[in-house]
């Protein structure tokens, strides 16, 4: 009988009766020294034990089928034997032969979850598992992994995050996470789960570098999601309740709450419905061209301002849409007008953009060339603009400011321009279209922040969805 069985992170507490019983009537007990030494005290007197070194797993699988077949053979692995282990390579050594050996895997406490455990309940939504060994899996596909899960809404594990020599993975890693995500994103590293040096830290992703030096081969990390928070020191993923439920304490409040919200969260979400279905009709009975994507961007503009006028005002030229999205996807910088349109994007996407209308040197510039704060503040980004999106959602000046940069062969990559006024923003938005970059724009007077921030904010979410 050949036995595979996890035995959870170290502390024997937390160890199932199962494993236990496999352990102690085993005739050899087969394991990385390290799991061994974790289990050492429940081994019967009169077993074998067979240790070997990290690398030596086939060797070691090859022998315990062999000598499972005579004896009560079991294999340790740490954790959950399935994850990482040991179960899926003896499966594969055994191969569809062998048919006469009795081969059972018995799971263990894995460390997403030992460390889950210890943070919070970090994991309380949709979480996806990475190892960041390269030793069997190529790098690439591990990079490939880790961009699509950094763009999305789930929460990630990270096993094997560094060793002595595998440094640069980590930092690959970050990286990534910091180009899709927020970097006030809540992080939970445990070292030595149940263990000895046990080590449990909550941080935020920007501040995960600070850690690198404690992080090693024994460590486990939890990036979170939007939805991952800390509360009163503990990690947590809100899975939804809030939404439904009115539970949370406040000051003064004696018991937690129990009443429930359900019928104002399904109020909101028929009048969302209801709203939305109104803006399509509308958009669908008009009489414009638009891509699949533009139609997109119609409808939140619409809907954003109810006001179905701006149909007839709303221009895409040079295919803008398919650009803009090129240029999320590489993570490029966003330069706004105004802090209040900044204020106003993707939150995840938010520390790419940039604004200078309050930099302390636009003050010199508008005493100096009589011009208004928002164009200084556009002309401070006069070294970033090429090949970038610039998004004017309120200010003319900013847009001539734009304009005449153009002139001067700076060209971004899209300019989303919804700059509102009587005076001059009808005349810059038309020069800024004139100008052969890709643009959306509000002809006319009209316009506004609300507009700018729908326009680039849908442009973000269909380059992060996957259904594109
Ligand atoms: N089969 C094991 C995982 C093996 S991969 C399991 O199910 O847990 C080894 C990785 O698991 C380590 O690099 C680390 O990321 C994680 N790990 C294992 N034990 C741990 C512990 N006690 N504390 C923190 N992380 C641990």
Redesign the pocket.
Known sequence: MLSVV?IG??SLDLLTERARARISSADIIMGNERYIGLIREIIPKDAEVITGKMGTEVERAKKAVELGRRKNVVVV?????????MAGLLIEVIGDSHTDLKMEIIP?????S??AALLGAPLSNDFAVV?L?DLLVPWSEIEEKLEELAKMEIVVV????RSKTRTVQLEKAYELFMRFRDGKTIVGI??????EG?EIEISTLEDLPDFYHRI??????IIGSSKTENIGGRMVTRRGYERRYDYERREGDTAIQGHESSDYAEAGNRIWEKSKAIVEDIVSKHSGSFSEHERRIVERVVFANADPSLLDLLVFNHNPVEKGIECIKEGKTIITDIEMVKAGINGRYRKRVKCFVNDPRTKEIVEKENVTRTAAGIRLAKELIQDTIVVVGNSPSACMELFALIEQDIKPALIVATPVGFINAAEAKEKVMSTGIPSIAIKGPRGGTPSAVAIINEIIEIANSRLK
């Open positions: 996890g992170p170290g692995s740490g954790g959950d034997p399935g994850i990482y282990g263990g406490i894995t460390a997403a030992v460390s190892s060994s990270i096993y094997n995050p445990v070292r030595n789960a149940e263990r046990c090693d081969m024994s460590t486990t990390i």
